[in-house]
Each structure stands twice: as structure tokens, then as C-alpha cells.
């Protein structure tokens, strides 16, 4: 036979990507609505709020900001850039990307930065429109081209358009290096994401479940979620798990997705993003990685040995933001002993 039957297991396959947008985010209410409170005087015309979002990863900080983009597209008129700074991460590659998502042609080679500045504000002139710009990953600017941030700050001197712009990061403190001027002009609020509840968890990947299944065994979404939160609580290594066991359930011709198909997928579902995470840490960090990946070990043996290997080691109290950091991005979990209560890091 040429075509496929009908799947006996999926209803909508899409439905588990991790790229496709729900129609809902459960348990993401409050943060949504406070993004799209702050970026809502757009749509009178007026100044929006640059927002900062920071979390660990697959928490919904994207589907977040994507989903308050689309609503405010849909009803309110405002134009909407998203723009992933890991495949823009050069001033003039995000400005040149926001000129052509207003339909202008951009010249791929031989345009100064100027040259799309200007294009930029004739076009913006033009529309009268009020524009948001999503810069996701936008540790990635930071390290590498934080012009873009002075550029776009400078748009609106020459603009009556109101600019505002969400930034999302994993590291919190993406900002700090950059210079006090700059962070009080961008005048951000902030809005933390935390980890999943395990019943959170839960409800979120049994609502993917239920869009994308026609038929699952009882069990199948607790193994998915309980493996999505032993790897660090992205939401996509449950995704990935169903989307899995799906596939083999189909292959094995069952009639519904079984706990025995998600056993079988497990090892094969890792987490991606410490692996990116890892190449794009400080040096500080990456020495505390090697340092920890050897052993369980007390803070203060950490930052003794650390100390050691270095020639001007930081302060504690430095070394102690850097240690939070990667417990916060999940690449390191920081445990506390029973005995003595001492704090100790140890590998995720
Ligand atoms: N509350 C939720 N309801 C439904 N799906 C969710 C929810 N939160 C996250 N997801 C899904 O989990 C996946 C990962 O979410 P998302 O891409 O927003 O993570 P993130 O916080 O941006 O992670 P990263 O820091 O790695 O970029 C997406 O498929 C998203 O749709
Ligand atoms: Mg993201």
C-alpha cells in the first residue's frame, strides 16, 4: 500500500513537537500575564515595559513570550519580531532581520549598519505601528555583539513608534556585564520562571498527551514526566519521551502507546541543552564543572580548590553567584548534608 492507514496512535503528532505553540500554557498564567501587561501600552501608543525573562531550561520561557506575541498580533495590531540570538547574534544580522520582517528587501551583503538604521526608520515611520522585539538567548548578544542593545535604545530617539522588547536568558545575571548606563536605559522589569511542580509537570504533558494521542496506557505520562524531572525539568524530554514512545508503539502495531514503549525510549531521551549550555558557560564556571565532576564536594572545599588553581582567585561572595548559576541553569545541583547541615555541590 502506497499511503498509511489512519495512525491507530496519533491524533495530531505535532501536537508533542516541542516547536508546536498550545492553544493554552497551563500553570504559566500569572507570568503571561504580567508580560502582556507590561508590553500592553503598546497597543494605545504608548511606551511598553522591557521585560527580562530568566529561568532554567524548558520551562516555558519561549512558548511564554511567543504566545503573548501572538495574541497581541492577533487583536491588537502591534508588529511582533522574534528573533533567537544563537542564529542572530551579530547587531547588524538583528537589525537587518527585523528591516526584512517588515517585508523590506535587505541587501544580504555591502549594507552598512547605518544604511538598515536608516531603512529601519523610514520603515517604522512609515507603518506608525508599535513594535516589540523578542530577543531570545540574548546571552549570546551579550557576549558577542552587544551593540544591537545602544542600536535599538537609539531607534527611539529617532522614532515616534513605541519600541519594547522582552530578553530572555537562562543565566540571570546575563546582564551584569554589561555597562550601569545602558541596563537603567533599558529600564527592565523582571520576571523570574521557576521549575515545574511535579504535578505541574504532570498536568502540562497529560494535556500535550491528550492533543496528540488518540489512546494512551495509564502510567505512560507519569514515567515521561518523572524522566523529564530526573534529567532537570525540561518540559521537552517529556515531550520527546511520548513523541518516542508513540513512534515504537506505532512500529510494534499496538493498539495504544504502553509504559513498556516509554521504558524502551528512555535511554535513547537526553537533555540538549547542557550540552549547548556547557560551550557558552565563563571560564570561571567551566573550572568549577571540572572541579565538581570528580567528586560531591563542600562549598568551601570547592572554592579552597578552586582558589588554588588559579592565579587572582574571585571572592567568595563572587564565586558563590557563579556556583548559584549553574545550579540554576541545572549543571549542578547544590544538596545539603544531613549530619552537619553543610552545604555540598555535587554533579546533575
Ligand atoms: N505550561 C506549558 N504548557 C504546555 N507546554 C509547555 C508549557 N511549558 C513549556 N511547554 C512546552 O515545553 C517545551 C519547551 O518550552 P520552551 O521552549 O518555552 O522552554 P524555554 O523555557 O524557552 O527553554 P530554554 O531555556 O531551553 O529555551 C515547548 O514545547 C513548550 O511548548
Ligand atoms: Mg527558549
Redo the contacts with the bound molecule.
Sequence with gaps: MLFEEESKIFKNEDML??????E?????ENQIKQLADNLLPASKGRKPINTF?H????????????YVFRELENYSGIKTIYINCWDHNTSLAILSKIVSDFGMFVQRRGWAKDEVISRLTEVLEKSKKSLLICL??VDQLIYKDQKVLYDLLRLNQYVKNPIGMIF???NPHAFAGLENRIISSLGMDEIE?KS?TLQ?MK???Q??SSYGFRSVEEGVVALACAHALNKGG???I??ESLLKAGRLAERDASDKVKVEHVKKVLKDVKET?PQILKENITDVEKLILEIVDKNKITFDDLYEEYSKSVEKPLTKRMFREYVNHLNEINLVKIGQRKSDRSRFISKV
Excluded at 529561568?55 to 511567543?66: D, E, H, L, Q, V
Design positions: 513537537s516541542p516547536e508546536y505553540l498550545p493554552v500554557l497551563p500553570h504559566r525573562i529561568g532554567p531550561p524548558g520551562i516555558g520561557k519561549t512558548a511564554s513570550a511567543r531570545d538567548e530572555i536568558s537562562n520562571f515545574y505541574e498536568n502540562i504533558l494535556e500535550r525540561d518540559v521537552r517529556g515531550l541543552k
